[in-house]
């Protein structure tokens, strides 16, 4: 079946700092890709998307590309700050199917 | 406002006393779940339901149950809850049209503690 993997947390890093966390996926079809994101005390919010190979997902400064070759779906920033203080999930959707398979998630903490 | 509404935010009860807890979504969408939350688990899917009067299980479904009547509302019933139960639990919606490009919109959650 499908899954996902994320690299375990808490990522620890100063303000504008480089942040990178990894995510691998197994699927069976052709998924399209997710990041979500889950601030305290909040619900998921979908931070950014990729549907085919190569393409890359932005926003807020996030970015994260599709790379089939190696089933992988890093999600990078170039400088952080301390209100990126979340958790972060990654997530496939497998074409055909509605469900959303979700990675365990990574807390990142941000310090000034 | 395009949402998912979900309550209550929070409840305490005991364990043996059935409750429900809310979902209903604004936008027409086809497809909606219900999610658990737990420390190191991550999100696992409770319930589903592709459409009206359609709904399967996901991963966890011991000890829930769910009804889709119409195609705004999905309620997650608990006929006896157990502390094992005690989560944050979460329901989403998304169209099904189209690819898998779509994400799900998610509800705000709901703390249940069952003592």
């Known amino acids: 079946g499908d899954s996902v993997t994320q690299m375990e947390g808490p990522v620890t890093l100063s303000e504008e700092a480089f942040l990178t966390i990894n995510c691998t996926y197994t699927?069976?079809?052709?998924?399209?890709l997710f990041w979500y994101v889950q601030y305290p005390g909040e619900g998921l919010q979908l931070l950014l998307k990729?549907?085919?190979?190569?393409d890359k997902g932005s926003n807020k400064g996030f970015e994260a590309t599709y790379r089939k070759e190696t089933t992988s779906f890093h999600l990078e920033k170039g400088s952080v700050q301390v209100s990126d203080s979340a958790v972060y999930f990654c997530?496939?959707?497998?074409?055909?199917?509605?469900?959303?398979?979700f990675g365990k998630g990574t807390m990142l903490l941000v310090s000034p | 406002e395009a949402q998912v509404t979900q309550n209550p935010r929070y409840l305490i009860t005991v364990t043996g006393k059935k409750l429900t807890v809310t979902c209903s979504q604004n936008?027409?969408?086809?497809?909606m779940s219900w999610y658990r939350q737990d420390p190191g688990l991550g999100l696992r899917q409770i319930y589903y339901?592709?459409?009206?009067?359609?709904?399967d299980k996901g991963d966890v479904p011991e000890g829930y149950k769910v009804s889709r009547k119409e195609k705004r509302n999905f309620p997650l019933i608990l006929e006896s809850p157990s502390p094992n139960q005690t989560s944050l639990y979460f329901c989403?919606?998304?169209?099904?049209?189209?690819?898998?490009?779509?994400?799900?919109?998610f509800g705000s959650g709901t703390r249940l503690t069952v003592v």
């Open positions: 989403a919606s998304s169209s099904n049209s189209g690819t898998g490009g779509r994400g799900y919109t």
């Open positions: 699927a069976t079809g052709y998924p399209s």
């Open positions: 990729a549907t085919k190979a190569d």
């Open positions: 997530a496939l959707r497998d074409s055909g199917y509605s469900t959303l398979t």
């Open positions: 936008m027409n969408h086809e497809y």
């Open positions: 339901s592709m459409n009206v009067e359609v709904t």
